[in-house]
């Protein structure tokens, strides 16, 4: 609870801002879970060759560092235009069609959209996945990912991507995340 000078006591905890960058991250996936649905929400980051979950929600689903190969995700594909960002029915979507998520689950919906940082660098995803197909109406929340999505990258630390391996920024992003 907060007192403006002379005022009368307001409240502003449940509105006040994320301790940090993993905070507002978990956050994001608690908020997008409830709204949405969908079996399981993901940040994701960007490791080389592979795609690294930094934080799931339902927390345990999908455990932290569970990896698969950039090249052959659901992500990469709708990052590199050659699938949209919401497939309402995964096996009728030619780019996510033959996919496989490598952790254990089925995928037949998906939505994500990327995390990028100030110099327009894929920093990885944020995204959603369902075992089952998903109505049509699944479209109308790609704004609210979308907006989510920018939040979270604006949030991303400054760092050059030459030395986010050696930040300590970066280290605590990962270090946090588990």
Same mark, same amino acid.
């Given at each position: 609870?907060?007192?403006?000078?002379?005022? $009368?006591?307001?409240?502003?905890?449940? $509105?006040?801002?994320?301790?940090?960058?993993? &905070? &507002?991250?978990?956050?994001?996936?608690?908020?997008?879970?409830?709204?949405?649905?969908?079996? *399981?929400?993901?940040?994701?980051? *960007?490791?080389?060759?592979?795609?690294?979950?930094?934080?799931?929600?339902?927390?345990?689903?999908?455990?932290?560092?569970?990896? $698969?190969?950039?090249?052959?995700?659901?992500?990469?594909?709708?990052?590199?235009?050659?699938?949209?960002? *919401? +497939?309402?029915?995964?096996?009728? /979507?030619?780019?996510?069609?033959?996919?496989? /998520?490598?952790?254990?689950?089925?995928?037949?919906?998906?939505?994500?959209?990327?995390? *990028?940082?100030?110099?327009?660098?894929?920093?990885? /995803?944020?995204?959603?996945?369902?075992?089952? &197909?998903?109505?049509?109406?699944?479209?109308?929340?790609?704004?609210? $990912? @979308?907006?989510?999505?920018?939040?979270?990258?604006?949030?991303?630390? @400054?760092?050059?991507?030459?030395?986010?391996? &050696?930040?300590?920024?970066? +280290?605590?992003?990962?270090?946090?995340? /588990?």
């Amino acid at each position: 609870m907060a007192v403006i000078k002379g005022m $009368v006591a307001l409240l502003v905890d449940d $509105v006040a801002p994320f301790d940090d960058w993993t &905070a &507002a991250a978990r956050a994001s996936l608690t908020f997008l879970h409830r709204t949405i649905g969908l079996d *399981v929400w993901m940040v994701t980051q *960007v490791e080389g060759p592979w795609q690294v979950v930094l934080h799931s929600h339902p927390h345990g689903v999908i455990p932290h560092g569970a990896a $698969v190969p950039w090249d052959r995700s659901f992500c990469h594909s709708m990052v590199s235009g050659d699938g949209p960002r *919401v +497939a309402t029915v995964a096996a009728a /979507t030619p780019a996510y069609r033959d996919l496989r /998520t490598g952790l254990g689950q089925r995928v037949a919906a998906y939505i994500g959209v990327p995390l *990028v940082t100030r110099d327009r660098d894929v920093f990885g /995803t944020l995204c959603g996945v369902s075992s089952r &197909a998903q109505p049509r109406t699944l479209g109308r929340f790609l704004p609210m $990912v @979308e907006m989510t999505a920018r939040m979270l990258s604006s949030l991303l630390p @400054e760092i050059e991507p030459a030395q986010r391996e &050696a930040s300590s920024s970066w +280290a605590l992003i990962r270090a946090r995340a /588990t």
